[in-house]
C-alpha cells in the first residue's frame, strides 16, 4: 500500500508540474490568470490581432512616433500648466504576453500599499530614468526586471509610444514589448503588491472604458477607468492604454493626442 500510495503522489506531483494553469493557481496571491480566457462571446469588439505576429507586423508599418509631439491630459486642455510642472524623466514597459494557443494579453502591476507615491494603484513595470541608463528603453526593461523578475531576454520590444506627460510631473516614455513569460515571476513586494494580465481583446474595446471626472489643485479634467476582475485600471495607466487603443485602431496614428474627450 505505501509504495501505491508514492506513486500516485509522484503522478499528482508530475500533473502539477506539466501545467502552467496549476502552477499560476499555486501563485494566485500575486498572479492572477485572466478572468476572460476561452470568453470570445463576452467581446463586443474583437480584436484585429490573433497572434504576436500580426501585432509586429503592424505597429512595424507605422511610422516611428515624433516625442516631441506628446499626449497629454484632457487632450491638451492644460498643454502650458502640465509641461511647467514636468520635473522627470520616467520610463514603462507594456508587456503584451504571447502563449501557445492563448489570446494575447497584457502584463500590468499593483503598486505595494506601502510606497509613497500611488500606493496600490495599477500600474506597468517601470520607473523614473536612472543616469546610468542608456535612454529610457533601457530604464523600462530594467524596472521591469527589478520589478518582477522579467529578463531583458525575454522581452522583444516593438514599438515606442509618444511621450506622455502627467499631472504628477513625469515625461513618461511608453514601450510595446512581445514577452515570452517565464515560469514563474520574482515579484518585489516592495514595490509590487501582485501581477495580472487583461486580454488584450478588453483593453481595445471601447465600451469597457468609462470617462470619469476629476478635481485636483483647482483644475477638472477627464481620465479613462476601466475595472476587470475587480482591478481598477485609471489615471496614467489608463491614459497610456488610450493611446495604444487610438495606435492600434485602423487608420490610427502613434502621434495622435485626441484620445479623451474634450472638458464641456
Known amino acids: 500500500i505505501p509504495q ?5 503522489l ?48 503592424y505597429l512595424a508599418a507605422l511610422p516611428d512616433c515624433n516625442s516631441e509631439s506628446p499626449s497629454f491630459c484632457d487632450c491638451e486642455a492644460y498643454r502650458e500648466q502640465i509641461m511647467a510642472n514636468i520635473r522627470a524623466q520616467a520610463a514603462v514597459l507594456i508587456p503584451v504576453i504571447r502563449r501557445p494557443d492563448r489570446e494575447l494579453t ?43 523578475g522579467l529578463d531583458p531576454d525575454r522581452v522583444q520590444v516593438l514599438k ?5 506627460y ?3 510631473g513625469f515625461r513618461i516614455s511608453p514601450f510595446i514589448a512581445a514577452v515570452n513569460p517565464p515560469r514563474k515571476y520574482v515579484i518585489n513586494h516592495a514595490e509590487v503588491e501582485l501581477i495580472f494580465e ?17 478635481h485636483v489643485n483647482g483644475v477638472n479634467f477627464r481620465y479613462y477607468e476601466l475595472v476587470y476582475d475587480g482591478e481598477r485600471i485609471w489615471g496614467v495607466t489608463a491614459s497610456i492604454l488610450a493611446i495604444l487603443r487610438n495606435s492600434l485602431k485602423p487608420g490610427g496614428e502613434l502621434d495622435s493626442a485626441t484620445w479623451l474627450p474634450p472638458m464641456e
Open 10 to 57: 509522484l503522478l499528482m506531483i508530475a500533473a502539477v508540474s506539466s501545467n502552467p494553469q496549476l502552477q499560476m493557481a499555486q501563485s494566485h496571491d500575486v498572479f492572477k490568470e485572466p478572468e476572460t480566457y476561452g470568453r470570445s462571446d463576452s467581446l463586443s469588439q474583437p480584436c484585429a490581432f490573433g497572434c504576436i505576429d500580426d501585432l509586429e507586423s
Open 4 to 8: 501505491i500510495t508514492l506513486y500516485l
Open 106 to 148: 497584457v502584463l500590468l502591476t499593483k503598486r505595494s500599499k506601502h510606497l509613497k507615491s500611488h500606493p496600490g494603484q495599477v500600474a506597468f513595470p517601470g520607473g523614473k530614468v536612472d543616469l546610468t541608463d542608456d535612454g529610457p528603453k533601457m530604464t523600462a526593461l530594467r524596472e521591469a526586471k527589478e520589478e518582477i
Open 160 to 164: 515606442r509610444l509618444p511621450d506622455f
Open 166 to 168: 502627467s499631472f504628477s
Open 198 to 214: 487583461v486580454p488584450l481583446n478588453v483593453l481595445m474595446d471601447n465600451t469597457r472604458w468609462r470617462i470619469r471626472s476629476k
